[in-house]
């Protein structure tokens, strides 16, 4: 059993730094193959939103290790027709091994931890999106070789990238900086928990994207309206068009600095295509990291090593 077992994933800020480091360390051993885990167990994917990449990757992490999952989307279970969370977990719980959940609130998240009496896991909310900065912290670490020192610069909305960021980097050494417009800065909450949980990285609040791109180590960015706020994306778009990743910007980073998106991409509006295709991008490894960090993740939940 390990420090994980049993436990619940609903925000970076559930790890402790040593415990975070250990996951990237068992991501990087599974990405090499220097271990085979086996399991009999089943997760469930209890989805509100769409999803390819966290879908594709809990599956294959599942099926790569012998394991089951059923995919629960709200428009096939009684979720879609109300039926509620306190319910729908404690009954998951009686079959399944582990739940990642994507949906809109947060607390719609922690009720099912409290209800459910198997792991967890955040599979994205409007707050946080903690599986995606696994992925991009291992991406970054094997990158650059270490994190600690590293400068990630993210450009736009302050949303639950923008949170998950935050404390990720908090954790693990990487200075921090947002730029966002005002209006659109990630709350100070989660600011103040990721200074709290900060020993000795900088986080850096700004509207100031030039500013905040000045000899960073990699470059990050997300749409500009996430799920559940298609409505403002026209009203968004002249707001945010100052805070695109162009070669621009990119001039004013490290030489050796990298491009990083959770994707799905909007080229030629958060991004440009030449920034996405080129060859300081790295976002298909950054994809491909999701299967290796979530299958850190179920590992250690799970208590399979
Ligand atoms: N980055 C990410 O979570 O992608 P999906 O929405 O496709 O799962
Ligand atoms: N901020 C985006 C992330 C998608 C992976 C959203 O919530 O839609």
Same mark, same amino acid.
């Given at each position: 059993?390990?420090?994980?077992?049993?436990?619940?994933?609903?925000?970076?800020?559930?790890?402790?730094?040593?415990?975070?480091?250990?996951?990237?360390?068992?991501?990087?051993?599974?990405?090499?193959?220097?271990?085979?885990?086996?399991?009999?167990?089943?997760?469930?994917?209890? !989805?509100?939103?769409?999803?390819?990449?966290?879908?594709?990757?809990?599956?294959?992490?599942?099926?790569?290790?012998?394991?089951?999952?059923?995919?629960?989307?709200?428009?096939?279970? +009684?979720?879609?027709?109300?039926?509620?969370?306190?319910?729908?977990?404690?009954?998951?719980?009686?079959?399944?091994?582990?739940?990642?959940?994507?949906?809109?609130?947060?607390?719609?998240?922690?009720?099912?931890?409290?209800?459910?009496?198997?792991?967890?896991?955040?599979?994205?909310?409007?707050?946080?999106?903690?599986?995606?900065?696994?992925?991009?912290?291992?991406?970054?670490?094997?990158?650059?070789?270490?994190?600690?020192?590293?400068?990630?610069?993210?450009?736009?909305?302050?949303?639950?990238?923008?949170?998950?960021?935050?404390?990720?980097?908090?954790?693990?050494?990487?200075?921090?900086?947002?730029?966002? %417009?005002?209006? !659109?800065?990630?709350?100070?909450?989660?600011?103040? +928990?990721?200074?709290?949980?900060?020993?000795?990285?900088?986080?850096?609040?700004?509207?100031?994207?030039?500013?905040?791109?000045?000899?960073?180590?990699?470059?990050?960015?997300?749409?500009?309206?996430?799920?559940?706020?298609?409505?403002?994306?026209?009203?968004?778009?002249?707001?945010?068009? %100052?805070?695109?990743?162009?070669?621009?910007?990119?001039?004013?980073?490290?030489?050796?600095?990298?491009?990083?998106?959770?994707?799905?991409?909007?080229?030629?509006?958060?991004?440009?295509?030449?920034?996405?295709?080129?060859?300081?991008?790295?976002?298909?490894?950054?994809?491909?990291?999701?299967?290796?960090?979530?299958?850190?993740?179920?590992?250690?939940?799970?208590?399979?090593?």
């Amino acid at each position: 059993m390990g420090a994980l077992t049993g436990r619940n994933l609903l925000s970076l800020a559930d790890l402790s730094r040593s415990e975070l480091a250990d996951l990237l360390r068992l991501a990087g051993d599974l990405k090499a193959g220097k271990l085979k885990p086996r399991t009999d167990k089943t997760l469930g994917l209890v !989805f509100s939103k769409a999803s390819t990449r966290t879908r594709v990757s809990f599956s294959t992490a599942m099926f790569q290790m012998g394991g089951q999952v059923l995919d629960l989307n709200a428009n096939i279970s +009684q979720v879609g027709r109300g039926e509620p969370v306190q319910d729908t977990a404690r009954v998951l719980s009686r079959y399944l091994d582990a739940i990642a959940v994507r949906t809109f609130a947060q607390a719609d998240l922690e009720t099912y931890a409290r209800y459910a009496s198997v792991p967890v896991i955040n599979a994205l909310t409007d707050l946080y999106h903690p599986c995606q900065v696994l992925a991009d912290l291992q991406t970054l670490q094997e990158n650059f070789g270490q994190l600690q020192g590293l400068t990630l610069c993210y450009c736009g909305d302050g949303n639950n990238m923008a949170h998950s960021l935050l404390l990720g980097c908090a954790l693990t050494g990487v200075n921090i900086r947002i730029a966002a %417009p005002e209006g !659109f800065q990630p709350l100070p909450e989660v600011v103040a +928990q990721a200074q709290a949980l900060s020993q000795g990285s900088e986080i850096t609040l700004t509207t100031d994207p030039q500013a905040a791109a000045s000899g960073a180590h990699a470059l990050y960015t997300d749409v500009w309206a996430s799920m559940g706020q298609e409505e403002e994306a026209g009203d968004r778009l002249p707001r945010f068009t %100052p805070y695109q990743i162009n070669d621009s910007l990119m001039a004013l980073a490290d030489p050796a600095a990298i491009v990083l998106h959770c994707l799905p991409a909007h080229r030629e509006e958060e991004v440009t295509e030449a920034l996405l295709e080129g060859p300081q991008s790295r976002v298909w490894d950054q994809a491909e990291n999701r299967l290796h960090a979530q299958k850190a993740l179920l590992v250690s939940l799970l208590g399979l090593a």
